[in-house]
């Protein structure tokens, strides 16, 4: 019996009722089977041709959101749960890329027919609430247990572009690997230059799972150079054996550590990938699956900013904290390095944190309050005496407020500015 969450039988009983069959669908029995917990549920209903039947029961329960009506489905928020509700469907391949579909409702389908749309038997099962019965036509079931991903079917898995970097995430995330066949039809694939087909957008939410979702997100690489990835991930095509091997390790070592917020993690993911390429390759690879501007200046930024984990001292760091954030400098750096310079790592972290620059720069101790004070005018000269003044507190020529107010005096006393400029 597959475990669903029991608060799900209010809705499941009134759509029984009306006569309606409830079958819990794709990812959720997959997940669900994996004990992996999801509170995305996805429903296919049978025994109604009217999407309009279906919002009007559901809105007994919540709000319901009809975003998705153009292809059978409604959306509801149910007790914290995620809900999608749709009725089964044919998908018609009419054009070139991930959405050259052509979506249609067809309420005659039994339930092998409409799982037959999609791409792996291990998504192609369902859960009969009613009979507690396991749906699998597919033999999905088998495949989870012989750790296999296959396809539903091989002639029609290239109509999607994107099912092949789908194939290297699920791979990825569930420790699977690729049916003979299966292997064989994605690198003719990427052979085909597929993902030309595909908006950047789609291509990072794919990486995107593959590092954040997977144990060991090398699996997930390993297989991309397999198959042949590289024709279009280029800037990896010239990289060693020993560098990519590296950059792997990196990727592992940081999965278990990596923090809780999302955007922390991609960015040091993505800086572990691009950490042996060149500037402008780090800038070709990344253009290829993303224009977020800010990750892009955050990767571009880590992977250029070098640091001697040997030899610095405090105004090495002082510098380095106005360039880049040094607690994620660092969190890239372990990982780099594989835990192999741990003992040097903690050491500047240590020093940064008790110089108060480990999540920021040094808050300057000179301001221009302060030169108001000595009787200078705001001017173009303001920004060169602060300069000298910020650069004299990281060199610690003064550690307070009140010995910065002498080095400013005795500063201003012995440069040739003009008080008097406007």
Known sequence: MLQYPKVLDIIFDELHKKGIKPIIVGGFVRDALLNIPSADIDIELYGINS??????????????????????????IFHTLDLDF?????????????????????????????????DFTINAMGYDVQKKELLDPFSGLEDLKNHLLRAVDLKKFDEDPLRV?????????FNLHLDALLFQKCKMMMHDNVLLQLPRERIFDEIKKILLKSPKPSLGFRLLKEIDGFIFFQEFKNLSDEKYNLILQSLDVYSKQSS????????????????????SQTQSFLSKITNDKELIKSVLLLTQTQLSLENYNNYTLYKLACKVNISLYLRYLKALHHNKKN?????????????????????????????QAEGLKASKEFGIILNAAYEAQMREEFKDKQEAIIWLKNYLSSSKFDKTLP
Do not use: W
Not at 91 to 115: C, M, P, W, Y
Not at 165 to 173: D, E, G, K, V
């Open 51 to 76: 999407l309009q039947e279906v919002e009007k029961i559901l809105a007994k329960f919540a709000k319901v959101n009809s975003v998705g009506k153009n292809f059978g489905i409604c959306k509801l």
């Open 86 to 118: 749709s009725l089964p469907r044919k998908d018609n391949k009419i054009a070139q890329g991930h959405q050259g579909f052509e979506v249609s409702i067809d309420t005659s389908l039994n339930f092998r027919d409409a799982s037959s749309r999609r």
């Open 165 to 173: 970097l789908r194939a290297i995430m699920f791979a990825s995330r």
């Open 260 to 279: 809780k917020d999302e955007k922390t993690n991609l960015i040091i993911f993505f800086s572990l990938l691009s950490s042996k390429f060149t500037y």
């Open 343 to 371: 003992d040097l790592i903690h050491k500047i972290s240590k020093t940064a944190k008790a110089l108060h620059i480990y999540n920021q720069k040094a808050k300057p101790l000179i301001l221009g309050r302060d030169l």
